[in-house]
């Protein structure tokens, strides 16, 4: 084993449901605990509403509901605080797993199974037993009124 | 020289400076390897400056960089050879322009002497000899000179540190949050502490308020800038239009070191001079009609900054013909924006031209009538907290009087709670609170008769919840007027007053109509402002139009 990891290859891995994700560590600015959101009235399903992140209002993203996981979860739910073009917005998860670095040629591109989008979903890849989905996560929470499901898939 | 727009001069400058930085990087690269490719660039440069120099009406620097242009000219076509001699000149300008620069700052009419230069370098016919002058001398001029440029250094130094707006914004944050954490330390003190309250922490919680009330006004203070800023704009504007349309018109401009919250100031420019613009072409008569009402020729418009109260006001007055009430009343009902006139007060006659749609030129020029009226002003004044109000005495003039909070950052606001949320409205657009039983709520008719008028009726369930049934028998009602429009608006509780920081949210915010900002409530929460113009905007004629309908 000779590859050589920098930063930009490290990924934060984290629990949805039965299923582990993985995003850009890079992408992320913390971790917090989670806090209620506010409610923000007219804002899409999965806008959860907003919270008060020392001084800066921000909004927060239920990342179970835009991937439309229905099955309960019954621990303390966290909240992943991304930096995209928008602004700073929170993604709630179930849990944070582990940091792990992966290579972009080691990333699967995805053949079989296309439930989301492309643009969001980079591919898999194998960790320890597990398959772990890629997420383009700074546009996927960013785009909260758009259908996470790919337009051909539902056709 | 006196008319030259000194917000024109300094973004001359600014870009200059920067083009002064790679002159000098560019002087040292062709030290070590003369290459076209720098002396393309030094070209560019120099005829960038040269050129915008005088767009900004700097013609002496444009003179003074024609002859480096020529000298470079020359390089580039191979007519001469490059040398110490010529980088020493090349470099001797920078100087030369890095010192007008400075100057030019505090004083648009400077003109550096650069006739040492001119001698040192060129003969009379100026053009670059390439031998080694005689020996140079600095006579006492250039010790004055030089003197000069130093002590203008000296005060940049103290004065002028550009610090993004962005970086304020963060310290402000953070010290509002400080005294939110303040706050929740003072309120938990009592039970803390209970009884006995130990005489030493109190004091230093009060000296700890009272400091970060000071470092905050501190910092506040860094957004302000002084109205003088924009006046030059404003006189340009008037000195520019009066002259197309041949009146004569004197400006005089008062308090221009009022200071004004930055972003505010931005706002008001558009506003400002459409309304100097529409004094100068409406207000201010032609030379007959003014020789005819025995009135000097010529006219006069006033423009003063003064601190009233929380707030700036801005006086903007001429001596013009002044609004006509007859014609208001006319082209208003023309234009079916009013129907009842009778009983009308002249404020609200002269309200009227606020109206969308309004305008009183009978004919449409390139000057006020280019299909923004004076709607846009108040839509604009609105958006910063601002009001206008208006005096008109025919025949001897008008006088605009605008009412704008110094900084965006603080409103004075009223918290209510609508299906068990809290929600901030500013009180500026608030003008009663009532209670009402819901009996005497004409609810499905979505109409409240609030004193014999009638007024369209929103609970805020509807408008953020899309709910339509609330519970209580007893709701209080909070009666807005926002363009003109007066609407009766709905909540579940009044919870109190505040003072509200401004925090502005993130883009992905807009797609909810009803907000216009966020804020941390007193609980430590964050809190929304409602944007009750958009409220007002979007069912005020919805529900005219329903009202109509069923009637």
């Given at each position: ?155 | ?174 010290i509002g949050e400080l005294s939110i954490q303040q706050s929740i330390l003072e309120n938990s003190m009592e039970s803390l502490m209970g009884k006995n309250q130990d005489s030493l922490v109190i004091s230093s919680l009060n000296l700890g308020r009272k400091i970060t009330k000071e470092i905050y ?279 109190g007053q505040h003072q ?20 941390i409530l007193p609980s430590g ?27």
């Amino acid at each position: 084993m000779s590859e050589v990891y920098e930063e930009k290859d490290k990924y934060l891995v984290y629990r949805i449901g039965d299923e582990l994700y993985a995003s850009r560590l890079l992408d992320f600015v913390e971790v917090i605990e989670y806090t209620k959101p506010k409610i923000v009235p007219n804002m899409s399903h999965c806008f959860s509403g907003m919270i008060n992140l020392r001084g800066l209002i921000i909004g927060v993203v239920d990342l179970r509901k835009k991937l439309d996981i229905t099955e309960e979860f019954s621990g303390k739910p966290s909240m992943l605080i991304c930096d995209t073009e928008v602004g700073p917005i929170g993604a709630i998860i179930d849990k944070v797993e582990y940091v792990v670095p992966f290579l972009q040629s080691e990333i699967q591109d995805l053949k079989l199974e296309r439930k989301m989008d492309k643009t969001y979903l980079k591919g898999f890849f194998q960790y320890q037993e597990n398959l772990i989905t890629v997420i383009e996560i700074k546009s996927f929470v960013s785009n909260f009124d758009e259908n996470t499901h790919s337009q051909e898939n539902v056709a | 020289m006196s008319e030259l727009d000194l917000e024109l001069v300094t973004s001359f400058l600014d870009e200059a400076t920067d083009l002064l930085t790679e002159w000098e990087r560019l002087c040292l690269l062709l030290e070590k390897a003369p290459g076209a490719q720098e002396l393309n660039a030094l070209f560019r440069i120099a005829h960038n400056i040269k050129g915008s120099s005088r767009a900004v009406g700097l013609n002496e620097v444009g003179e003074f960089i024609h002859f480096i242009e020529d000298v470079i000219v020359s390089l580039k076509d191979n007519k001469s050879e490059f040398n110490a001699r010529k980088l020493k000149m090349f470099l001797g300008a920078h100087l030369i322009l890095s010192d007008w620069f400075m100057v030019l700052r505090m004083e648009t009419s400077y003109v550096h002497p650069y006739e040492d230069f001119l001698k040192e370098f060129f003969n009379e016919e100026k053009v670059f000899i390439d031998e080694q002058a005689v020996e140079q001398h600095e006579d006492e001029k250039g010790e004055e000179v030089s003197q000069k440029v130093q002590s203008v250094k000296n005060v940049l130094k103290d004065e002028v540190l550009r610090v993004s707006t962005k970086k304020i914004d963060g310290l402000l944050n953070l010290i509002g949050e400080l005294s939110i954490q303040q706050s929740i330390l003072e309120n938990s003190m009592e039970s803390l502490m209970g009884k006995n309250q130990d005489s030493l922490v109190i004091s230093s919680l009060n000296l700890g308020r009272k400091i970060t009330k000071e470092i905050y006004s501190t910092a506040f203070g860094l957004r302000m800038t002084p109205v003088g800023g924009i006046y030059q704009r404003l006189e340009r504007a008037i000195k520019d239009l009066s002259r197309d349309l041949g009146k004569s018109i004197e400006v005089e401009l008062n308090g221009s070191e009022v200071e004004i919250d930055k972003t505010i100031l931005d706002k008001l420019i558009d506003p400002l001079t459409h309304i100097v613009r529409n004094s100068v072409d409406h207000g201010i008569e032609n030379d007959q009609e003014r020789k005819n009402a025995n009135k000097s020729l010529v006219g006069k418009i006033t423009i003063t900054s003064l601190k009233e109260g929380d707030g700036v006001e801005i006086h903007i007055k001429d001596d013009g013909k002044g609004l006509n009430q007859k014609r208001i009343l006319e082209k208003a009902i023309e234009k079916g924006l009013v129907k009842n006139t009778e009983g009308l007060t002249k404020e609200e006659i002269f309200g009227l031209i606020f109206l969308p749609g309004f305008s009183t030129a009978e004919r449409v020029t390139n000057v006020s009538g280019r299909g923004v009226g004076m709607d846009v002003v108040m839509k604009t004044l609105e958006e910063i907290n601002g009001k206008i109000f208006i005096a008109s005495d025919e025949g001897k003039g008008t006088k605009f009087k605008i009412v704008i909070p110094t900084s965006l950052s603080i409103v004075d606001s009223l918290i209510v709670s609508v299906a068990q949320e809290h929600y901030v409205l500013p009180i500026n657009v608030l003008q009663e609170v009532v209670d009402v039983r819901l009996i005497d709520l004409k609810k499905h008719d979505s109409v409240y008769v609030h004193r014999g008028e009638v007024l369209p009726f929103i609970h805020l369930r509807e408008v953020l919840c899309e709910e339509k049934e609330f519970e209580t028998s007893i709701i209080p009602i909070l009666v807005t007027k926002v363009h003109g429009n007066r609407m009766a608006i709905g909540v579940d509780k009044i919870i109190g007053q505040h003072q509200s920081v401004v925090r502005t949210l993130s883009t992905y915010f807009d797609r909810s109509f009803a907000i216009s900002g966020g804020t941390i409530l007193p609980s430590g929460e964050p809190g929304l402002i409602l944007n009750i113009s958009a409220i007002v905007e979007k069912y005020f004629n919805f529900l005219m139009k329903k009202n109509e309908a069923s009637a």
